[in-house]
């Protein structure tokens, strides 16, 4: 009897389904409602409206509503309606807040802001819990409810775990891979994986489940990444840069770390001397040469033996990169076969939102539009 083959979904290329415009400021935060054709915005003039999609397709301010100091914004939805509830934080953060996370199953509302200040309040009470002091401001945070843990990302590049309890916090560790600041965070509590972006241009997938350590660097953006989105449905990472590009990652493939630079006195494959290596360079009377890399094995080579470009996208390296002429060879084609999809929203974007329940996206653009994506796969 012949097997029964499934189908698998393939990415698509996201099909623009509407425009939201009228906004005076940019629109710094907005999430898709659940269950409704609906979508609350935040934008820099502290205006929060609720838009609802009318009959003519057009999506229309059902609800707006202008806040005289900084605030929080708790989102609480069911299929009827939706529920904002504003706090005011001017005794949480002195400076302004950046970012907001309701945990419904904790009642919990974390936030951080500029201040350096972490957060955490009961949204029914409104009682703040506890605070912990970061070394930067903070610029993404995400949360795990299984473990209660806070992970949260820093102008300074790195990333810190909390062990948060009901009034109080312990460090569990920090780590730091980029050479940027972190500007979005994306946490699989099914895989336990950290996906961390940075201004960097790069993208971090941690394995923190895993206890290895292992970190698998993502090379697909020009600029810096804005937003970080997981399906799990379709194992999917769906990432965001403010040059407009939205970049979908294929996860369902076993990806490997790229290696560890190597230092080295003189070129690892032709023995020439690098040039602050003055005694080989006197001995062998040869000009000293500049060091580069291998991205591949991470040997430090020269110019002439490293003049082969390559991507590696098993490596995360959708663009082409240096590599050794040895490890040029080595490269079938099969290696090259991209695990990535790229795609231009046609506006500098600021901020992401998915929502897995209708695979839709929105993404908010300096240009004061928010506009809506179609993200589900097609089965073939």
């Known amino acids: 009897m012949a097997a029964e083959i499934q189908p698998q979904p393939q990415a698509r290329k996201p099909c623009l389904l509407s425009k939201i415009e009228g906004f005076q400021e940019v629109v710094s935060t907005a999430v898709i409602i659940p269950k409704e054709d609906g979508v609350i915005s935040v934008s820099e003039d502290r205006a929060i409206r609720v838009w609802l999609k009318r009959d003519s397709g057009q999506y229309w301010p059902s609800v707006h509503h202008t806040m005289s100091s900084p605030f929080l914004l708790i989102v609480k939805m069911n299929v009827m309606c939706c529920i904002c509830v504003c706090f005011c934080v001017c005794a949480a953060h002195q400076g302004r807040v950046t970012v907001v996370l309701f945990v419904l199953e904790m009642e919990w509302l974390l936030s951080t802001g500029q201040d350096k200040n972490f957060t955490w309040h009961c949204s029914e009470s409104g009682q703040q819990l506890g605070t912990y002091r970061t070394a930067a401001w903070v610029s993404g945070l995400q949360f795990d409810v299984e473990t209660r843990h806070a992970f949260v990302g820093d102008q300074s590049g790195q990333v810190t775990i909390l062990k948060l309890e009901q009034d109080s916090c312990s460090l569990v560790t920090t780590f730091k891979g980029h050479t940027g600041n972190v500007t979005a965070l994306c946490w699989d509590p099914a895989q336990r994986v950290l996906f961390s972006g940075s201004s960097d241009h790069s993208i971090i997938m941690w394995d923190i489940g895993g206890r290895k350590g292992t970190a698998i660097e993502l090379q697909g953006h020009n600029d810096k990444v804005q937003g970080l989105c997981y399906a ?16 979908i990652w294929n996860m369902d493939v076993t ?4 290696p560890e630079w190597l230092d080295s006195d003189s070129c690892q494959k032709c023995e020439q001397p690098f040039f602050w290596n003055f005694k080989q360079m006197w001995d062998s009377k040869k000009i000293g040469l500049r060091q580069h890399h291998c991205r591949k094995c991470g040997q430090a080579v020269c110019g002439k033996c490293s003049s082969k470009r390559s991507t590696i996208p098993l490596m995360g390296f959708e663009f082409e990169v240096r590599v050794c002429d040895s490890c040029h060879e080595s490269i079938t084609d099969e290696d090259r076969a991209p695990t990535a999809t790229f795609h231009d929203s046609k506006h500098s974007i600021v901020y992401m939102h998915y929502e897995p329940t209708t695979g839709n996206l929105l993404t908010s653009g300096t240009d004061k539009v928010i506009k809506l994506w179609d993200m589900t796969p097609v089965v073939s």
């Open 232 to 247: 799990s449905h379709t194992r999917q990472l769906i990432s965001c840069s403010s040059d407009g590009g939205i970049v």
């Open 255 to 258: 990806r490997q770390e790229t």
